[in-house]
C-alpha cells in the first residue's frame, strides 16, 4: 500500500516542491520584468484553478483519491505534448497508470518501460494495456529519415552522438524502420510516415505480448486464476482528435 501511494504522489510533490520554488525566487523578478505571465508559473495557477473546481463539483474527490489508486488501464503513449492521454479520452486522475516518452516504445530491455508494465500487471492489476502512437511522429520520422538515408541503426540523428541518449533511444526503431525499407521507399514521406507509426505501435503491441509479465497474465486468465488482460494498438490523429483502432488486440490465444 505504501508503495502504491508513494509511487502516484512523490514525484508530484517534488515537482511541486521544485516548481514553488522556482517560481517564489524566478517568478516574481520576471514578472516584475515583463507583463506576461511566465509559462511554469500558468501552470501553478491552472493547478491552483482545477484544484479548487474539482473540490467544488466533489468535495471527497482528494481525500478518496488519496488513498490509493486503482487504475484498469496502462497506456504506453508518445512524450509529444499533443497527445495527453488524460485530456484525450475525457479520464480523471485514477483512471489512467501512463508511460510516455519518444515515439511510445517499450523495448524489452528497457527497465523505465518495462518495470511500468510489471507493475500495472502484477500489482494493480490493470485490464487493458494500451500503445498510442500519433501520427505526425518526430521521432518516427526522425528513424524514418535515416532509415531512408541508409544512415546506421545507430546514427539516426546526424547532429547527435552516436553514444548520446537520443540516438540510443531511437536505435531500435530505426533498426525496425530499416527492416522495413522496401515498403516505405515505395511510398511519399507522408505516407510512409504514417505507416511506421502504425507498424511501430504493431511491433510495440506485439512485443508487449511477448513480455513475462503479459505471458504470466494470459496463463493466469487460461487457466482460470486471474482476470482478462488485453493489449491493444491504437493511433490518435492530431489533425482531427480522433483515436484510431488498428484492430490488432491480442489475448491469451
Ligand atoms: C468523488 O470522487 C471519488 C474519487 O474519484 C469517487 O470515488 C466518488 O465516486 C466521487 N463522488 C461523486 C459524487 O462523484
Ligand atoms: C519529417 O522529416 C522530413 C525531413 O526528413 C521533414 O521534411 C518533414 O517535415 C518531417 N515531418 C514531420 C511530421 O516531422
Ligand atoms: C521488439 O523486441 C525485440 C526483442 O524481442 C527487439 O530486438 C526489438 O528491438 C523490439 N522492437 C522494437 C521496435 O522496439
Ligand atoms: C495458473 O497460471 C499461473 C501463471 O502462470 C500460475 O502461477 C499458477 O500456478 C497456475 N495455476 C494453476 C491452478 O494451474
Ligand atoms: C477497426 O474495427 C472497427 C470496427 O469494426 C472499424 O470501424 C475500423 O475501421 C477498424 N480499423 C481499422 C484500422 O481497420
Same mark, same amino acid.
Given at each position: 500500500?505504501?508503495?502504491?501511494?508513494?509511487?502516484?504522489?512523490?514525484?508530484?510533490?517534488?515537482?511541486?516542491?521544485?516548481?514553488?520554488?522556482?517560481?517564489?525566487?524566478?517568478?516574481?523578478?520576471?514578472?516584475?520584468?515583463?507583463?506576461?505571465?511566465?509559462?511554469?508559473?500558468?501552470?501553478?495557477?491552472?493547478?491552483?484553478?482545477?484544484?479548487?473546481s474539482t473540490k467544488k463539483d466533489n468535495t471527497?474527490?482528494?481525500?478518496?483519491?488519496?488513498?490509493?489508486?486503482?487504475?484498469?488501464?496502462?497506456?504506453?503513449?508518445?512524450?509529444?505534448?499533443?497527445?495527453?492521454?488524460?485530456?484525450?479520452?475525457?479520464?480523471?486522475?485514477?483512471?489512467?497508470?501512463?508511460? $510516455?516518452?519518444?515515439?511510445?516504445?517499450?523495448?524489452?530491455?528497457?527497465?523505465?518501460?518495462?518495470?511500468? /508494465?510489471?507493475?500495472?500487471?502484477?500489482?494493480?492489476?490493470?485490464?487493458?494495456?494500451?500503445?498510442?502512437?500519433?501520427?505526425?511522429?518526430?521521432?518516427?520520422?526522425?528513424?524514418?529519415?535515416?532509415?531512408?538515408?541508409?544512415?546506421?541503426?545507430?546514427?539516426?540523428?546526424?547532429?547527435?552522438?552516436?553514444?548520446?541518449?537520443?540516438?540510443?533511444?531511437?536505435?531500435? /526503431?530505426?533498426?525496425?524502420?530499416?527492416?522495413?525499407?522496401s515498403q516505405l521507399s515505395a511510398k511519399s514521406?507522408?505516407?510512409?510516415? +504514417?505507416?511506421?507509426?502504425?507498424?511501430?505501435?504493431?511491433?510495440?503491441?506485439?512485443?508487449?505480448?511477448?513480455?513475462?509479465?503479459?505471458?504470466?497474465?494470459?496463463?493466469?486468465? +487460461?487457466?482460470?486464476?486471474?482476470?482478462?488482460? $488485453?493489449?491493444?494498438?491504437?493511433?490518435?490523429?492530431?489533425?482531427?482528435?480522433?483515436? $484510431?483502432?488498428?484492430?490488432?488486440? $491480442?489475448?491469451?490465444?
Open positions: 500500500m505504501f508503495f502504491r501511494n508513494s509511487l502516484s504522489l512523490f514525484p508530484i510533490i517534488l515537482l511541486a516542491t521544485a516548481l514553488t520554488s522556482i517560481v517564489n525566487v524566478e517568478g516574481h523578478r520576471l514578472s516584475a520584468r515583463q507583463n506576461k505571465v511566465d509559462a511554469s508559473e500558468r501552470l501553478l495557477q491552472g493547478n491552483a484553478q482545477w484544484a479548487a471527497t474527490f482528494f481525500q478518496t483519491s488519496a488513498k490509493g489508486q486503482d487504475p484498469k488501464v496502462l497506456w504506453y503513449g508518445c512524450a509529444d505534448s499533443r497527445e495527453p492521454e488524460s485530456v484525450i479520452t475525457n479520464s480523471i486522475p485514477g483512471d489512467i497508470f501512463v508511460h $510516455r516518452n519518444i515515439a511510445n516504445q517499450v523495448p524489452p530491455e528497457d527497465a523505465n518501460s518495462v518495470s511500468v /508494465l510489471e507493475y500495472a500487471i502484477k500489482h494493480l492489476k490493470v485490464e487493458h494495456v494500451i500503445i498510442a502512437g500519433h501520427t505526425n511522429c518526430g521521432g518516427a520520422n526522425a528513424s524514418l529519415s535515416a532509415a531512408l538515408a541508409g544512415s546506421s541503426a545507430s546514427q539516426t540523428l546526424s547532429d547527435e552522438p552516436s553514444a548520446g541518449a537520443l540516438n540510443k533511444w531511437l536505435e531500435p /526503431l530505426t533498426e525496425f524502420a530499416l527492416s522495413q525499407k514521406n507522408s505516407d510512409a510516415l +504514417t505507416v511506421l507509426v502504425e507498424e511501430n505501435v504493431k511491433k510495440q503491441v506485439e512485443n508487449v505480448s511477448n513480455s513475462e509479465a503479459i505471458q504470466a497474465a494470459w496463463q493466469a486468465e +487460461t487457466n482460470g486464476t486471474g482476470r482478462a488482460v $488485453r493489449v491493444h494498438g491504437w493511433v490518435y490523429d492530431l489533425s482531427t482528435g480522433l483515436i $484510431r483502432d488498428l484492430n490488432v488486440t $491480442r489475448g491469451p490465444n
